[in-house]
């Protein structure tokens, strides 16, 4: 999908990675969808606490649901997460509500970048920030999206020439990957593997990282390619310093790539 989405074309000065770089806080003003939920225990890992996959159901969610609240989900009801950075500043433990708030942080007319900020009342916080692709089924192209949808987007933010940035390239490692079976369950309307399907990869190959996960720590998937029921899917993760890559891989082709890193 790198098709997809314009670059920039001139130099820019050189700055922090923005792997490293915090999320950006919470409009003072503007169109901010904000709802509360309860914790399932579906979603909880073997420390009480909501896991990574979790975590992606309810952007998921909260993404179809704040489409239908403004109205918008018939005119625009096909989109495509090209990448998803979640920073897990406080775990989230079960039982407690969520609070739940979306806008956007930037876009472009057939992008966006949306914020999503999870509150518990148990003193739990995760930050998340999703590029959101609007497409077209019919095609499987990136499409406008209407003007007023774009006009009430804006109200949060001031970037309305979004463009894509690679974060994550590293080459794929020369050692074997391991295979991941794949469930006709996680497919999804594209007849793609479905986001909370790569997260259950991430979560099981980032488990026994304990020192990163003691702590705030930040996850980044990004989506290359589709993953299709069927393929065979083989997973390869590496560890340098404070920093975990996953790559998934199909016959060696790389289709996303994830890591888990410390949270600044």
């Known amino acids: 999908m790198n098709q997809l989405v314009d670059r920039p074309t001139t130099p820019t000065t050189p700055t922090a990675s923005p792997l490293e770089l915090p999320l950006a806080p919470v409009?003072?003003?503007?169109?901010?969808?904000d709802?509360?939920?309860?914790?399932?225990?579906?979603?909880?890992?073997?420390?009480?606490?909501?896991?990574i996959d979790g975590i992606a159901r309810h952007l998921q969610d909260a993404g179809v649901d704040h489409l239908v609240h403004t109205g918008a989900l018939e005119s625009h009801p096909h989109w495509i997460v090209r990448r998803t950075v979640i920073d897990v500043l406080r775990p989230i433990t079960w039982p407690a509500?969520?609070?739940?708030?979306?806008?956007?942080?930037?876009?472009?007319?057939?992008?966006?970048t949306m914020r999503v900020?999870?509150?518990?009342?148990?003193?739990?916080?995760?930050?998340t920030e999703g590029f959101w692709i609007h497409m077209n089924k019919d095609t499987m192209s990136p499409s406008r999206v209407a003007d007023e949808f774009f006009d009430l987007m804006c109200t949060t933010t001031d970037d309305r020439r979004l463009r894509w940035k690679q974060w994550l390239d590293a080459p794929l490692p020369a050692t074997?990957?391991?295979?991941?079976?794949?469930?006709?369950?996680?497919?999804?309307?594209?007849?793609?593997?479905?986001?909370?399907?790569?997260?259950?990869a991430v979560h099981e190959f980032t488990a026994d990282t304990t020192d990163l996960l003691a702590g705030p720590h930040r996850f980044v998937l990004e989506y290359n390619k589709p993953i299709r029921y069927g393929e065979a899917l083989d997973i390869h993760a590496d560890r340098v310093d404070d920093a975990v890559t996953v790559w998934f891989s199909v016959d060696g082709d790389i289709r996303a790539i994830a890591q888990l890193r410390p949270a600044t």
Do not use: K
């Open 117 to 127: 900020r999870i509150d518990s009342d148990t003193g739990g916080l995760v930050e």
């Open 97 to 112: 509500q969520l609070r739940i708030r979306r806008w956007c942080s930037g876009i472009s007319p057939r992008w966006c």
């Open 35 to 51: 709802v509360t939920r309860r914790l399932g225990t579906v979603d909880m890992d073997e420390n009480q606490h909501l896991r």
């Open 176 to 200: 074997p990957g391991t295979r991941f079976p794949l469930r006709r369950t996680d497919t999804d309307h594209f007849q793609h593997i479905t986001n909370t399907a790569y997260w259950h």
């Open 27 to 33: 409009p003072a003003t503007g169109h901010i969808f």
